[in-house]
């Protein structure tokens, strides 16, 4: 059964910088694509980043340039960095990987962004 364990969330005040990470395990050895996933309160749930293993990426325009998602295709791992972080960044982040028409959830990691 694959699991999906996000990680590096947190408190940080605006202009800070955090890492999330988002381990896997399961019998699945290669994803289609991974990436990060937000929601907060009252919002509806967005795409923030999305990584194929090709290594095309795709960012939404509100964290681009402030935001890098990177992923290790050998361990099926996946790192967003974010800085210059922003009160509107608060939200629950979380990584989803996909394997061609089935996609895994993890339980969400929560940033909190402070003004």
């Known amino acids: 059964q694959v699991q999906l364990v996000e990680s590096g969330g947190g408190l940080v005040q605006a202009g800070g910088s955090l890492r999330l990470s988002c381990a896997t395990s399961g019998s699945i050895f290669s994803f289609t694509e991974m990436g990060w996933f937000r929601q907060a309160p009252g919002k509806q749930r967005e795409m923030v980043a999305v990584?194929?293993?090709?290594?095309?990426?795709s960012y939404a325009d509100s964290v681009k340039g402030r935001f890098t998602i990177s992923r290790d295709n050998a361990e099926n791992t996946v790192y967003l960095q974010m800085i210059s972080l922003k009160v509107e960044d608060t939200a629950v982040y979380y990584c989803?990987?996909?394997?061609?028409?089935?996609?895994?959830w993890g339980k969400g990691t929560l940033v909190t962004v402070s003004s």
């Open positions: 989803k990987a996909t394997y061609h028409f089935l996609d895994y």
């Open positions: 990584s194929t293993t090709a290594g095309s990426t």
